[in-house]
Structures are given as C-alpha cells and as structure tokens.
C-alpha cells in the first residue's frame, strides 16, 4: 500500500502541500479539481498544472477524489449521454497525465450525511456526528442549512451551496428512480467508460453510500458485500472496483469489514481507513482511528488489507478536530496525521510479524 494524504488543493485546503510532506510515511495525495461541477470537462492543462504543484513539492498525485457523476447519469436522463461523453473525455485526459485512480460515488442528491459536524467529546475534541432520529426530524430542504454554520467557512465535499441550493428539484428528478434503476443506470455508465480505463489503466473505484442505508428515502445501493459483488459481476473488468472505505461501510453494524475486505480481493483500489464510535446502532460518532477510541478492530481492517495484497492509495479519513485547529468538519491536519502514523504503524507491524513468521 502506499499511504496518501487527502488534499483539496491550493485556495480550498487549510492544510499544505508542505505539511503533508511533513507528515511520516506519506508520499501521495489524492486530489481533486475542487472547483469543477459534476459533468464539467476537466482541461488537459489544469489537470497538468495541478500535477506540477504537487510533484514541485516532492509528493505526486495517487488518484483523484472525485470526479462526480452529474445527476442525469444516476437518473438516466435523455441527456446523460452528453455528460458521459465529458466523463469519458476526462478520463482520457487524467489518463494522459498518467493518473490511474479515480474515486466516484453514486449516491443521489447527498453525498455523505452527517447531522453533527462538531460533536463535544469529553476531551474537548470535536468529532462529525449522525444520528437517525435527527434525519428523521428533518426536512431534506433544509439539511444543508442545519449544518451550514459549523464548516468552518469551508466548501465540504458533496455539500457544494450551489447543489444545495437545488435540493427540492433534485428531489423531483430522482421521483421515479429506485434501487433497481440506480443499478441500471451505473451499469450504463460503466460500460461506456470501460474502454477508456483499459486504455489508460484507469482503476475506478466506487466510494460506499455514507451511511450504508437509504436517507430521506432516496435510494442508497454501494451499501454492503452482496451489492458491491452485484455491481462488479454486471461490468466484470478489474477497472471497475471499490474504494474501500471503513467508515462508511461501518455506518451498518452488520457489514463484516474484514470480510468484506477479504471477499474483494484484487477489486479495492482504494482504501479510506478510519473508526467510528457508536453509541446506539444509530447513533455513531467519528472517534480517532485508534481501535480502542472506537468500535472497529483497526488492526483487522488492516490486517485484511494486507493478507489480499492490496497495494493501492490508503488514506487515513475523517479526523477529529484537535489542538485549536480550524479547518473543514474531518478534515483537519492534526488528527488526519495521527491517524497516518498509526495506521502505517500497524502495516509495519503485521509486516513484521508476518515476514518472521514465514
Ligand atoms: C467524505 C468523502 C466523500 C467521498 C465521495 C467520493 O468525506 O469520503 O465525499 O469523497 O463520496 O466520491
């Protein structure tokens, strides 16, 4: 594996290049061009210049998160072909300046969905939040606002005001669509853009639904084992995998990380490794990544990562804000830090043991 760094890019990050470079063990970032619209072409030369910023500051880019699907495509609107084509376009371009990962998710109208962004713990740290009664309770219209005063003056991935600002249309638009539907529609997608990840070696990688069930009664389908086989049996291709990410699978206290982790063998091209802390199965917190600060075994997430082979991006995810730090809701330097060095500290350890026992 190699350990990566989320990075949101210059004017949109508190955190710098320089700083992740800092931080042990870290040599790559995943990025993003933060200020394009889903269904926007990203240009050859901002996706070059954007890889000359990192290289200058002797890190380089191990994949993009994300380059979003534009809502026609998960409806399957009479226009999807067009975004599709800019998609597939893109990906020649990304392909060209020798990025092979992309992160995507296919989740309608809310990407993930906290209702807390700044949740006291005892320690004084604050932690991003979810509770279901608090979903429950409100209208979708106004989830964006509910949580809008706590971003700390950021953008939040997925929580873009100018999406948001849609949220009653959106609804409309996904009136007719459900599980089996969404399923057709990214299996549409996927064999369009298939070709052009052969061509380039481009490993797409699925980014769970966050939390792993349907919000606001929208339909959610990245949610667990049988439906992430459902979706790479439909396009077999080892281009067409999985972002594993501990955190959003873990929202169901049902999934079996390490099972699951073990059962996509070859097929994860990506992990988000990070602990949750629950405090009734629907009521979770983001804890720091340290197992015993959590609910999740680390070490087995980790430990299964390992005995698959995988050797693709890892990154430690949403941290808890610590030290007085301003920055977006999870993603902070300090605690995101922390989390690299002890997740590089348990691969170094199962490493060792491993090799010793061998
Ligand atoms: C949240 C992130 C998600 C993720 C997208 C992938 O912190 O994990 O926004 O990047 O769902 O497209």
New binding site residues.
Partial sequence: MEMTFRWFGEGFDTVTLKQIRQIPGVTGVITTLYDTMPGELWERNRIKALKETVEASGLHISGI??V?IHDSIKIGDKDRDMYIDNYIKTLENLGEEGIRMV???F?PVF??TRTELARLRPDGSTVMAYTQEAVDAIDPEKMFESIAGDMNGTV???WEPERMAKVKELFQMYRDVDDEKLFANLKYFLERIMPVCNKYDIKMAI?PD?PAWSVFGLPRIIINQENIHRMMDMVDDVHNGV?F?SG?YGTNLENDLPGMIRSLKGRIHFA?VRNLKFNSPTDFEESAHLSSDGTFDMYEIMKALYDIGFDGPIRP??GRMIWDEKAMP??GLYDRALGAAYLNGLWEAIDKSHKRAV
Avoid: F, L, R, V
Wanted: proline content about 5%; charged content about 20%.
């Fill in positions: 998160e994300s979003n992160c995507y998710n989740m990407d993930w939040m991935p997925g980014h966050d972002t990410c959003s988000h995810d949403h999870g993603y």
